[in-house]
Nanobody
Framework: QVQLVESGGGLVQPGDSLRLSCAVS????????VAWFRQGAGKEREFVAA????????YYGDSVKGRFTISGDNGKNTVYLQMNVLKPEDTAVYYC???????????????????WGQGTQVTVSS
């Protein structure tokens, strides 16, 4: 079956870094796009970053641009999210999601992703 498993979350202080991983199975990794979304307590689900098929292109939400980096490792079927200079407002459950074909303009919309992981908690607090 298709599985997306996030890992790497935790409790950190403002200014710290975390590296999240999304391990994908049950899908041909080179033929999917993967994105990270997050949802803080009492907030709507927010687009964070995405990578298209075979690393064709990458996209970032405005709130994380310049601080976060998305990348993929085809050999490990894993997508990473390197998060630097973390802020309290980054506190959220982070989800990875995958699709097998959407138009570019649909990338930031969570409803366009068919496969989801269970999420990993990131808490940024002093």
């Amino acid at each position: 079956q298709v599985q997306l498993v996030e890992s790497g979350g935790g409790l950190v202080q403002p200014g710290d870094s975390l590296r999240l991983s999304c391990a994908v199975s049950g899908l041909t990794f080179s033929n999917i796009g993967v994105a990270w979304f997050r949802q803080g307590a009492g907030k709507e689900r927010e687009f964070v970053a995405a990578i298209r098929y075979r690393g064709r292109d990458v996209y970032y939400g405005d709130s994380v641009k310049g601080r976060f980096t998305i990348s993929g490792d085809n050999g490990k079927n894993t997508v990473y999210l390197q998060m630097n200079v973390l802020k309290p407002e980054d506190t959220a459950v982070y989800y990875c999601a995958a699709h097998r074909g959407i138009i570019v303009s649909s990338i930031p919309s969570a409803t366009n992703y068919a496969y989801w992981g269970q999420g990993t908690q990131v808490t940024v607090s002093s």
